[in-house]
């Protein structure tokens, strides 16, 4: 039986690769137009990951996979994996140079949109290699399950439960039929990414850097196309478009659809949008009001930074239009606590999400009147529904193994020789995929190429962890999984 879920899994695993193989022609076809050689790589990569994927197919042909809770999680896990490793190809033979495990760490990093990078010099980079970290953003922004259950149909029998794995998404499906759901949220992510663009070009971007941000700025992903990410461009108008499509990329997207497709304004009170809007702009108005006091930054100035690059941590995007770590201690902790929140669930955030928070705390509401009304029952209200006792145990065993794999993984690089700072945070920011920690190294004007090589493999090990959700892959590493 569990060889059977393996050949399933790599099965399924072939055929996508295929499709990953196609988009390896579009940086090929964009560093053709711009004359730069490295448009023989991605051909060469695009049509050998294509052979082997189909030699793949071919050998595990007959172990189409049968629905089952295991190979559920199983597949889940070995697409992103087939997604991380594929990704990294280009990226290790392309001009850069990068060794192997920077590869896989870039490529990770890109396609579980945490944003963390090793590349430095990025404005003199050949524009195929930029937009192909652009693209595994956007892809692995949507969910690598959720393309999976667009382009294959061999998926969709209980396919929502692979797509609620991936994405912890807890809202009622929009439409009773899983196909009318995928067309809606592919469309209407690609347009949201469309209107992103051309706002982008509206207030000054080039096309390609439109194009790209547009992908990484929905998929808050926080890729950028320069070093010195939003701080490049001098205009407050892109920071206000940023910040609203950041915004936008952190709701729920099932909620979206209600709203776009069927005119449901009523969506828009689910109540994690509520407390996630709340505690954006107030983190957002108290900062802005501690820099106009304490510096010499004007009002204006001061919300619109503020707002941006604390939208940016929250939403998990990872953009930067300064080094936010030079503005004041109380600045930094700001961040650093900004760092755990997260959008909404079924969003393409990543962070401990707002719809957690709140049911943490009415679990912890509830708890106390248990304890002045001794055996009384208390329900647990999420909006207008009852939140059941698998749910809070979900969320109860979310928050233990966020806990568990931050300790773990800051244990693992300090064991590596890496300060506690510097350790803590770039944990931190792996399993919430936000992309920049604090301090001079992993900060927001820093970079992660200094790492060792074991370092990158734990972070991206991390990175993984964090975008499904921490339980998804835990459980496929616990004997119990396993057995018969």
Known sequence: MHASIVRAAAFVASIFALYIAAAMLVPAAVDLYYGHRDWQVFAICAFTTAAVALTVAAATRDHAPIRSTRLAFFIVMVLW?????IGAFPLYTASLKLDFASAVFESVSAVTTTG???ISGLDGLPPGILLWRSLLQWIGGLGVIALGLFFLPLLNVGGFSYFRIESSDIEDRPFERLSSFLQAL???YVVLTALCAISYAAVGMTTFDAVNHAMTTL?????????????YFESTAVLWVSTVFMILGALPFSILILLVVRGRLDALRDPQIRLFLAYVVSIVLALAIHRRIVSDTTFGEALTSSTFNLVSIITTTGYASEDYSLWSPFAVTVFFFATFLGGCSGSTSGGVKSYRFLILARMLQNGLRTLVYGRSVQPLRYGNRTVDEEMQRSITLFVVGFIVVWVSGTLALSAGNVDLVTSMTATL????NVGPGLGPIVGPAGNFASLSDYAKWILAATMLLGRLEILAVLVILTPTFWRA
């Open 81 to 85: 994996l087939t997604v991380g490793l």
């Open 219 to 231: 998929a808050t992903g926080g890729f950028s196309t320069h070093d010195a990410s939003f701080g």
């Open 116 to 118: 963390s990078t090793v």
């Open 429 to 432: 920011t792996a399993v919430t």
């Open 186 to 188: 592919v469309g209407i």
